[in-house]
């Protein structure tokens, strides 16, 4: 009964590559986000969506998209990966009027 | 725009002494602050939060933190550290009802040494 879930944790892939991350909350929450964590440890926002409405969008080549098919799944595809796009990817939910940011498991990619 | 600073890159400590986390931020408004904890290849977990109210908060594992505004100043605390706390630590902010996201300091790494 894992909060915030994200599938794979591990992905390896080659350069040119398009790939997907799922994300999924059971919390009832209704506000989603992923963000990046870079080879120095700093975390970014990329995305965050509310009600399955986009509502941040911060500066990220549009190689990424997110979609979100419902309040509780919000997914990143990632087109014609690049050697830089290797990091950790965390997906994290909330209430919207809330407070407190819950985050997954996070999805290691390796671009090779 | 909203930041946070974590001064310290790494903090180490021995076994049964206090820990000292230190954090600084800046905010237009009235700020809510975050920390949170990361364990080797594992996600971030929440800690404690500070959102109004008593400037001292108590979070999970018997961390606390004391919310400054005069310093802008949220620094984390336990009393007596333990091997099992290394690990890093962020500590966040958000600006509502100006900005709804989390704005992550770089991050301090915790060692204690038994």
């Known amino acids: 009964d894992t909060a915030v879930s994200q599938t794979p944790k591990y992905l390896v892939t080659q350069m040119g590559n398009d790939k997907s991350i799922k994300c999924e909350q059971n919390l009832g929450h209704d506000t989603m986000y992923w963000y990046k964590q870079d080879s120095k440890k700093f975390l970014k926002i990329m995305f965050s969506y509310n009600n399955k409405e986009l509502i941040i969008n911060e500066t990220v080549p549009n190689r990424f998209s997110p979609k979100s098919p419902d309040k509780a799944h919000l997914n990143l595809h990632i087109n014609s990966l690049e050697l830089g796009d290797s990091a950790v990817y965390f997906c994290?939910?909330?209430?919207?009027?809330?407070?407190?940011?819950?985050f997954g498991e996070g999805s290691w990619l390796t671009v090779v | 725009a909203q930041s946070v600073a974590q001064p310290e890159d790494q903090v180490n400590v021995a076994e049964g002494n206090p820990l000292t986390v230190k954090c600084t931020y800046s905010v237009s408004g009235n700020p809510y602050l975050f920390w949170y904890v990361q364990y080797p290849n594992r996600g971030l977990q929440f800690l404690l939060k500070y959102i109004t109210g008593d400037n001292l908060v108590k979070g999970s594992y018997g961390f606390e933190a004391e919310f400054n505004k005069s310093q802008t100043s949220f620094h984390l605390k336990k009393p007596s550290a333990l091997v099992s706390d290394s690990a890093l630590y962020f500590c966040?902010?958000?600006?509502?009802?100006?900005?709804?996201?989390?704005?992550f300091g770089a991050g301090t790494t915790v060692t204690v040494r038994a």
């Open positions: 994290a939910s909330s209430r919207r009027s809330g407070n407190t940011i819950y």
């Open positions: 966040a902010v958000r600006d509502p009802p100006n900005d709804y996201k989390l704005s």
